[in-house]
Nanobody
Framework: QLPLVESGGGLVQAGGSLTLSCTAS????????MGWFRQRPREEREFVAA????????TYADSVKGRFTISRDRSENTQTLQMTDLKPEDTAVYYC???????????WGQGTQVTVSS
């Protein structure tokens, strides 16, 4: 197991911004991928974004491209999701995830609520 601890989230008005962070306890190899999934009410979990630990390469869901930015700080074992121009449909529980294969779903954080009011 690789504990993932999230922080951030909360309530924001539409058009606003929030930042989520996730810190991993333990050594992360270059092949590791960290990402975010979200689950809207009454819906399945869906992929949001991911970053490759070694190269820093990123992947985004179409619904968040241009609005969300994922990055990682290898010295802090932390990845960050900067969310801008938030929309009510971004309201969901956001989960930090990680894994050595795609999609990164071997390890999960506890989830953090993001609520965007219209």
């Amino acid at each position: 197991q690789l504990p993932l601890v999230e922080s951030g989230g909360g309530l924001v008005q539409a058009g606003g911004s929030l930042t989520l962070s996730c810190t991993a306890s333990g050594r992360l190899y270059s092949s590791y991928i960290m990402g975010w999934f979200r689950q809207r009410p009454r819906e399945e979990r869906e992929f949001v974004a991911a970053v490759r630990w070694g190269t820093g390469g990123t992947t985004y869901a179409d619904s968040v491209k241009g609005r969300f930015t994922i990055s990682r700080d290898r010295s802090e074992n932390t990845q960050t999701l900067q969310m801008t121009d938030l929309k009510p449909e971004d309201t969901a529980v956001y989960y930090c995830t990680g894994g050595s294969t795609w999609p990164p779903q071997n390890h999960w954080g506890q989830g953090t609520q993001v609520t965007v009011s219209s």
